[in-house]
């Protein structure tokens, strides 16, 4: 019925929200004439009215925020599209080459442990100059290196969802580090006086989360089985951002003490001890076929992560 249903759903929402088509067309990176020009083919294709103009702008019809709920549902799913795209996208090798190492991993490993390792590797005379870094949530990370996207991977999650994770690819494991989760607030939340709080307490308050399919979230939520979680506060892909969102007031996280060292060393924030939990997770590289088969330096990330 239209050319892209998308771009007509992007209109009918700036529309509904700013009741002016030059400022919606505006908003779009679009000439007014255009988008004026898309309303129009619009509501000849669908047979009605969807915005009434007027001198003072352009309201929508009855039929035109009839829509809006389906429009907004378009345009979530077009973002998700787009995220699992990049997911799924491997960087172009540096320079042209063929022989670049790539390195997936979960993001706590790739922003705050595989520098280090890179480092460590180099010193050693490991070839690391090429290397690409790409950091990924644990599923991600198990389906890369499965599908020989890339040479290596690193995890952080639980050893059930790890073996779950690599046992179906026949991907081999080894645990290289440990990686302690620390539930975090800030200075003036309830809990950080209280000091403590129960498995059944944290369970059935809202949280600010990392996405499903993260080692962190699957680790909290292995450690409060068979408790059902209430729903988050609010979900984020980055450990960092959660932080920031934690320390803003937005509500209580579980986070590696990687990420919040530094905050609870000057009291930006305060850790919290659950009971009877000590939240502590493995950190496992992933990679195809036999240890004697890596290359050198996956050979010597291996030996520095230990």
Do not use: Y
């Not at 999650?157 to 580090?177: E, K, Y």
């Amino acid at each position: 019925m239209t050319e892209n249903p998308l771009d007509d759903a992007a209109l009918l929402v700036a529309l509904g929200r700013m009741n002016s088509i030059s400022q919606a067309a505006h908003a779009l990176g679009v000439s007014q004439q255009a988008a004026s020009a898309r309303l129009d083919r619009l509501e000849a294709g669908l047979g009605v009215r969807l915005a009434d103009r007027g001198a003072r702008g352009a309201q929508l019809s009855e039929s035109g925020r009839s829509l809006l709920p389906a429009a907004g549902v378009l345009r979530s799913a077009a973002a998700d599209w787009q995220r699992a795209l990049s997911a799924a996208a491997v960087p172009r090798d540096p320079a042209g080459s063929r022989n670049a190492l790539r390195i997936a991993a979960s993001r706590t490993v790739a922003d705050f442990l595989l520098p280090g390792w890179l480092a460590r590797a180099g010193r050693m005379g490991a070839p690391v100059s090429g290397v690409i870094a790409l950091p990924r949530n644990s599923r991600d990370v198990a389906r890369l290196t499965a599908d020989g996207a890339c040479g290596l991977g690193f995890v952080e999650s639980t050893r059930q969802v790890t073996h779950a994770l690599a046992a179906p690819h026949g991907l081999s494991t080894a645990t290289v580090a440990w990686d302690e989760l620390v539930l975090v607030v800030p200075p003036n939340h309830a809990w950080a006086k209280a000091g403590a709080v129960t498995a059944a307490e944290l369970a059935q308050t809202p949280l600010v989360l990392r996405e499903p399919g993260s080692g962190t979230r699957d680790a909290l939520e292995a450690a409060l089985a068979p408790r059902r979680a209430t729903a988050p506060v609010m979900t984020l892909e980055s450990s960092v951002g959660i932080r920031s969102a934690v320390i803003a007031g937005a509500g209580p996280a579980v986070l590696s003490v990687l990420v919040v060292e530094h905050d609870l060393a000057r009291g930006a924030l305060v850790a919290v001890r659950i009971g009877g939990h000590r939240l502590r997770r493995p950190i496992t590289a992933l990679w195809r076929g036999d240890r004697d088969e890596l290359g050198a330096l996956e050979r010597a990330l291996l030996s520095v992560a230990r």
